[in-house]
């Protein structure tokens, strides 16, 4: 009989892990995803919210068997697309999302591209372990690592086609590689979404997030190569988009969990290399930092977190320089900003901060606006046209602020008065 093992998920029911999935659950680097939350310091606001990545990637490899089932692939390409759902959050930094931005600003580079890196073998372990490599686990399985990195990374294939071997699908050729598995890890619809959403709904216990899953994927077909989900699978869809759109603004970008991010974060600017901690766990990067910058660590420890002082609402044209936005997108801008509005109250420097949402919600959640799936009416119609739910959601915010001002509580009277004066000289110049 096959090796497997049974492993019982809170949102998914019993799931068996066999074969691949089984000899890359067993490597280091997918065990070090049980130490690191999969929604950062949310649990600070939502309680319940201390699930890992590690439930995240088994969940994520159980709807994609479950999808490539209901599609029929080819075992080769059901097996690709289970190890790349597996594997796709390696290179998460401590606390998920929350260093995404830093680290990018920082490093020129990325989570992604730090996963494709350890998929691939070009970073060598710490130390020995009794596991073979990932690259190895995959190329014994018949795939290829470069494959499922490109696929992880969403990078376009290197395959070369030619009029000589176009892809035929229900009888129709055309150019281009198939993109249905690009789809279903970088979709409107894709196999990360299915699992997050309802697994972050279930553990906040922020109810936004559920979804039609079943019905969901039984109205996934594929056209031509790509993607389509029937007419029937329509409302589905929708509840799935709104569900997306609500868990960003009610949980992911909460007001309260936003800040105490940016506390993490702002200690981590003060590092000398943020390389030292790229591959770092929650609890390590806590300890290292308890060193470093003990205030910080003591206040997530205790939850003496900084209070909202001031905000600019996102959407009032009447107060947002567009330009001046963007410029404070920059890290460097924004602590000058930080620095001028201590000054003017009189306060530490380290009691303030500044938060600009927008560049890291494109980075961290690229995702977010996508409506680009096609419903199969008879013939494939753009989502655009068939729901104007799905317009509206196009164009809806994720945070309720341009720009906020946070610090401690002692200080939040004097700040609201120093920022509302500094950014109503800021209208003025618009």
């Known amino acids: 009989m096959d090796d497997y093992k049974i492993i019982h998920d809170p949102v998914h029911g019993s799931i068996k892990v066999k074969g691949i999935l089984l000899e890359l659950l067993q490597t280091p680097e997918v065990q070090r995803l049980a130490l690191i939350r999969q929604t950062g310091l949310a649990y600070l606001v939502f309680p319940g919210a201390n ?21 029929q692939l080819e075992p080769e390409e059901g097996n690709l697309l289970q190890a790349a759902a597996m594997l796709h959050d390696l290179g998460h930094y401590p606390f998920s999302h929350t260093l995404e931005y830093l680290v990018s600003d920082r490093t020129d580079s990325d989570h992604m591209r730090l996963t494709s890196d350890l998929v691939t073998g070009k ?19 018949g795939l290829d690592p470069e494959k499922v990195a490109r696929l992880i990374e969403g990078s376009p294939s290197s395959d070369q086609t030619t009029i000589d071997n176009l892809p035929i699908h229900n009888g129709q050729s055309h150019f281009g590689s198939p993109s249905y598995i690009e789809n279903l890890m970088h979709g409107t619809v894709d196999v990360d979404q299915m699992d997050f959403l309802p697994r972050d709904s279930h553990y906040t216990g922020v109810a936004l997030g559920s979804l039609d899953l079943d019905r969901l994927i039984n109205t996934f077909q594929l056209h031509n190569h790509e993607l389509v989900i029937h007419r029937r699978g ?15 603004s009610s949980v992911y970008f909460h007001k309260t969990v936003r800040i105490a991010e940016l506390m993490l974060a702002r200690a981590v600017e003060l590092l000398d290399d943020v390389e030292d901690i790229i591959r770092m766990t929650d609890p390590e990067l806590l300890c290292y930092l308890s060193h470093k910058t003990p205030d910080v660590v003591k206040r997530i420890k205790y939850r003496n977190l900084f209070k909202r002082a001031f905000t600019v609402p996102r959407g009032d044209k009447d107060q947002i320089d567009v330009d ?30 500044v938060d600009i949402p927008a560049p890291e919600i494109d980075l961290s959640e690229p995702r977010l606006g996508r409506t680009d799936i096609k419903i199969m009416d008879r013939s494939p119609k753009p989502l655009s046209r068939m729901s104007s739910l799905a317009r509206a959601l196009k164009t809806r915010p994720v945070p309720d602020w341009a720009l906020m001002v946070a610090c401690s509580e002692k200080h939040r009277e004097r700040v609201e008065k120093v920022s509302r004066k500094h950014f109503e000289g800021w209208m003025k110049n618009e």
Do not use: N, W
């Not at 970073?123 to 399985?141: A, K, N, V």
């Open 234 to 248: 329509l409302p589905a869809l929708e509840g799935m988009l709104v569900a997306r759109g609500l868990m960003y």
């Open 324 to 353: 001046e936005l963007k410029r404070l997108g920059d890290h460097r801008v924004r602590s000058r900003l930080e620095d001028e509005l201590c000054d003017r109250a009189r306060i530490p420097r380290t009691e303030l901060l």
């Open 51 to 71: 699930h890992t990545r590690i439930e995240h990637s088994l969940g994520t490899a159980h709807v994609a068997g479950r999808v490539g089932r209901e599609l």
């Open 123 to 141: 970073i060598e372990r710490d130390e020995e372990f009794h596991t073979p490599q990932i690259c190895e686990i995959l190329e014994g399985s």
